[in-house]
């Protein structure tokens, strides 16, 4: 499985930030500036690692992170909450 999350929540909110202010502006942009507004949307991308929804797996595994433990026994697997306190 790979792993999305980034290594701090507002680290993970900012890219977020930058990469729906950049889709968005790259359509927005259209009437005022013509197509050269069209690339912002490689850097939106780029701030997503790829998809707005490897984005937002990411921001489920940033949130989730040291909150959750997988243990796997005879293979069967489950989700329990860790007893030590989540990282900052």
């Known amino acids: 499985m790979t792993d999305f ?3 701090s929540l507002p680290r993970h909110l900012i890219r977020g930030a930058v990469g729906f202010g950049a889709l968005i502006g790259s359509v927005a942009l259209i009437p005022v ?3 050269l ?3 912002l949307a490689p850097i939106g991308l780029l701030a997503f690692r790829g998809c707005p929804t490897c984005w937002t ?3 489920i595994q940033t949130i989730s992170r040291d909150r959750l433990e997988r243990t796997c026994v005879d293979g069967r697997c489950t989700l329990t909450a860790t007893t030590s306190p989540p990282r900052v």
Do not use: D, N
Request: no cysteine; proline share 0%; charged share 0%.
């Open 5 to 7: 999350a980034s290594t």
């Open 33 to 35: 500036v013509g197509f």
């Open 37 to 39: 507004s069209l690339l």
């Open 57 to 59: 797996i990411g921001l």
